[in-house]
């Protein structure tokens, strides 16, 4: 199914529902919920997916589990994606928080032959099989370091909100400490017991997250120079400690249309 909203079929008795959808630039599919675990699939672009405990940026090629009833957000970046609807009772071993993972070739081809299923599909034939394997897959995925912990104090988390959307590599542990109007010390201690990383580590992390979706439309050396690196060998050393491959993997220009993604042209009005 493609470009069909969940509300439509999540009366359908199927444990895996299986929805494509094509997203305008841009778009951001504001807070909300769904009753099953979904497995959101950017089979083009990056996608950000907020949650009151976190950010997940999901680079081309990955995925990100979601679990049920989890109140999120998704800013869709040249996105179209893959998703599964899965009900709980079907997935209990489902991460318990967002996770990002991997797709490999077999799971995003499983993934495209799905999203062609209708909604009451076959479950004793190849699209019952189809499903099955699905789930058989995506259990096996480890998950990858593309997120940061949000504190759970408002201010704090409306700190590291502000500095997620425009990262400044001016700013200090001082700065934050300043405007929530803390000593230095108990500001840092007070943020590593929320987040487990020192403010500095976080703002370190979170400069690199958001090179990710920098890296579609600008070079490394452009991206190293926007986020305050002394040189892209630097941002390129920082990047690859963090989430184990250099930033020329994430760049347009490299990834060209190799993953094989045959998205749909055509831009459609989904719920993600």
């Not at 841009?26 to 009151?52: C, I, K, P, S, Y």
């Not at 996770?99 to 495209?112: G, N």
């Not at 034939?125 to 789930?135: M, Q, T, Y």
């Amino acid at each position: 199914m493609k470009n069909v909203p969940l509300a439509d079929i999540e009366h359908v008795d199927r444990a895996v529902l299986p929805i494509g959808t094509d997203y305008p630039p841009g778009h951001l599919l504001d807070w909300h919920e769904h009753r099953r675990a979904q497995f959101l699939h950017g089979a083009t672009g990056v996608m950000v997916v907020d949650t009151a405990d976190g950010t997940w940026t999901v680079p081309p090629e990955r995925a990100v589990l979601i679990p049920a009833a989890t109140r999120h957000r998704v800013r869709m970046l040249g996105v179209s994606t893959r998703s599964l609807y899965v009900e709980p009772d079907a997935v209990p071993w489902w991460p318990g928080t967002c996770m990002v993972v991997d797709v490999p070739p077999l799971l995003r081809e499983l993934l495209l032959a799905a999203v062609e299923f209708e909604a009451d599909y076959d479950l004793s034939g190849r699209e019952g099989s189809i499903a099955d394997l699905l789930l058989h897959e995506i259990a096996a995925r480890a998950p990858l370091p593309f997120h940061v912990r949000i504190p759970v104090s408002a201010d704090l988390a409306k700190l590291c909100r502000a500095y997620l959307a425009a990262p400044d590599t001016g700013v200090t542990n001082a700065d934050w400490a300043e405007r929530t109007a803390m000593s230095e010390r108990a500001f840092t201690r007070r943020f590593r017991a929320q987040t487990g990383d020192s403010p500095a580590v976080w703002r370190a992390r979170a400069r690199l997250l958001a090179a990710v979706p920098m890296l579609r439309t600008a070079s490394v050396s452009e991206v190293s120079g926007r986020l305050g690196y002394a040189s892209p060998a630097a941002f390129t050393a920082a990047f690859t400690r963090a989430f184990g491959a250099p930033p020329s993997r994430f760049t347009a220009s490299r990834r060209g249309l190799r993953q094989g993604a045959r998205p749909d042209q055509s831009a459609g009005k989904g719920r993600g």
